[in-house]
């Protein structure tokens, strides 16, 4: 996409927060809820419409079909924090993505933000250095890692300096520095997540909101320690993001957590194939997310090993009749990481 229709399409998606934010069924289900599920297929008719009334002067950059066909790139956009649309923040709100384009709006006055906050400094300082070392007889290796850097290569350089065993030894109870990579890149999934309501005891399952998220979830990397029932996925960014949602790194999770038969499950026809759930009652694995960053500046990587995924059992009539299981979303104390490792990158 150019550069002139990125500037259009940004033009477009302006305006249709424009629109929602009139719109007297949002209005109404912040008010009386705290939240608005966004069904794509249901509302960009609409909003259409109202593009073609308000704004008249609009060119075909904003035709239907143009629109249906880049408004998963529009929407899977926000995947930080900062990125949050002028108007949301302007009346605190956020958005989480639900799949397939759909999202939820919800009001952060009555759900706390599931994003990260790494403040840098704060990180920089008092964490644990792993002692990389290069294996021998590579020279022309690291080479192409510098001049071919992206964020492939960036996992791949930790996988070659050693970084994954150290890291793999610290949370592992054999101590081993074993593994090997599990399954990645994109698939589509089905599955529930919850919101717990501000001012709730972090103990009570009252009042938690459940939602289901049906899309394509991608996972950078995945590691296998040896002899252990650990698993750990991983997201990997060039910069350090201190405010990234928190679904980059919970979502993925799923492909490695158990679930009953889902009711719903249909079979449609995506460009990317639909993963099957797994169908057992528990997740007996211990999941547990790193987010690996480079800091440029100081040529380093940042490893934020967070806490082993807790699940949560609960009904959600729309997946099963049986419980499923699924995380938390906004539950601060598994976005606060629970190690945090640096890793010395001059060498390339």
Same mark, same amino acid.
């Not at 550069?3 to 949002?26: A, G, H, M, P």
């Not at 006055?109 to 002692?131: C, G, H, K, Q, V």
């Not at 967070?306 to 539950?331: A, D």
């Given at each position: 996409?150019?550069?002139?229709?990125?500037?259009?399409?940004?033009? #477009?998606?302006?305006?249709?927060?424009?629109?929602?934010?009139?719109?007297?069924?949002?209005?109404?289900?912040?008010?009386?809820?705290? =939240?608005?599920?966004? $069904?794509?297929?249901?509302?960009?008719?609409?909003?259409?419409?109202?593009?073609?009334?308000?704004?008249?002067?609009?060119? &075909?950059?904003?035709? %239907?079909?143009? %629109?249906?066909?880049?408004?998963?790139?529009?929407?899977?956009?926000?995947?930080?924090?900062?990125? +949050?649309?002028?108007?949301?923040?302007?009346?605190?709100?956020?958005?989480?993505?639900?799949?397939?384009?759909?999202?939820?709006?919800?009001?952060?006055?009555?759900?706390?933000?599931? =994003?990260?906050?790494?403040?840098?400094?704060?990180?920089?300082?008092?964490?644990?250095?792993?002692?990389?070392?290069?294996?021998?007889?590579?020279?022309?290796?690291? /080479?192409?890692?510098? +001049?071919? #850097?992206?964020? $492939?290569?960036?996992?791949?350089?930790?996988?070659?300096?050693?970084?994954?065993?150290?890291?793999?030894?610290?949370?592992?109870?054999?101590? !081993?520095?074993?593994?090997?990579?599990?399954?990645?890149?994109? %698939?589509?999934?089905?599955?529930?997540?919850?919101?717990?309501?501000?001012?709730?005891?972090?103990?009570? !399952? $009252?009042?938690?909101?459940?939602?289901?998220?049906?899309?394509?979830?991608?996972?950078?990397?995945?590691?296998?320690?040896?002899?252990?029932?650990?698993?750990?996925?991983?997201? @990997?960014?060039?910069?350090?993001?201190?405010?990234?949602?928190?679904?980059?790194?919970?979502?993925?999770?799923?492909?490695?957590?158990?679930?009953? $038969?889902?009711?719903?499950?249909?079979?449609? &026809? #995506?460009?990317?194939?639909?993963?099957?759930?797994?169908?057992?009652?528990?997740?007996?694995?211990?999941?547990?997310?790193? =987010?690996?960053?480079?800091? @440029?500046?100081?040529?380093?990587?940042?490893?934020?090993?967070?806490?082993?995924?807790?699940? =949560?059992?609960?009904?959600?009539?729309?997946?099963?009749?049986?419980?499923?299981?699924?995380? /938390?979303?906004?539950?601060?104390?598994?976005?606060?990481? @629970?190690?945090?490792?640096?890793?010395?990158?001059? #060498?390339?």
């Amino acid at each position: 996409m150019s550069k002139y229709e990125v500037q259009r399409q940004i033009s #477009w998606t302006e305006s249709f927060w424009e629109w929602l934010l009139l719109q007297n069924d949002f209005k109404g289900a912040i008010k009386s809820h705290g =939240y608005y599920r966004f $069904h794509k297929d249901v509302l960009i008719d609409q909003y259409y419409k109202w593009l073609e009334r308000e704004r008249p002067q609009t060119d &075909s950059i904003h035709s %239907i079909s143009t %629109i249906k066909k880049t408004w998963p790139a529009a929407s899977f956009g926000i995947e930080r924090l900062s990125q +949050t649309p002028k108007i949301l923040n302007n009346n605190e709100l956020y958005v989480v993505r639900a799949g397939g384009g759909n999202f939820v709006v919800f009001d952060m006055r009555d759900f706390l933000p599931p =994003y990260l906050s790494l403040d840098w400094t704060e990180y920089s300082r008092a964490i644990e250095e792993l002692p990389v070392r290069l294996p021998r007889g590579y020279q022309r290796l690291a /080479i192409q890692f510098r +001049t071919q #850097w992206n964020e $492939h290569t960036f996992i791949k350089a930790l996988h070659f300096c050693g970084a994954f065993s150290l890291l793999v030894e610290r949370l592992s109870r054999n101590h !081993t520095t074993k593994y090997v990579t599990g399954p990645t890149g994109p %698939i589509m999934l089905r599955f529930p997540f919850w919101m717990r309501r501000n001012g709730v005891n972090s103990d009570s !399952t $009252h009042r938690l909101v459940p939602f289901v998220h049906d899309g394509v979830v991608d996972l950078d990397e995945c590691l296998y320690p040896k002899d252990t029932n650990a698993i750990i996925p991983i997201e @990997a960014k060039l910069q350090h993001f201190p405010d990234l949602a928190w679904h980059k790194l919970t979502f993925p999770c799923y492909r490695f957590i158990g679930q009953p $038969h889902f009711d719903s499950d249909e079979e449609e &026809s #995506w460009r990317v194939p639909r993963a099957p759930a797994l169908r057992s009652n528990d997740c007996k694995s211990q999941i547990a997310p790193v =987010y690996c960053t480079y800091h @440029a500046p100081t040529r380093q990587a940042i490893l934020h090993l967070f806490p082993r995924v807790q699940l =949560y059992s609960g009904k959600v009539p729309s997946l099963s009749t049986q419980k499923v299981h699924g995380v /938390i979303l906004n539950e601060k104390k598994q976005m606060l990481p @629970a190690q945090t490792f640096r890793v010395d990158m001059s #060498w390339i």
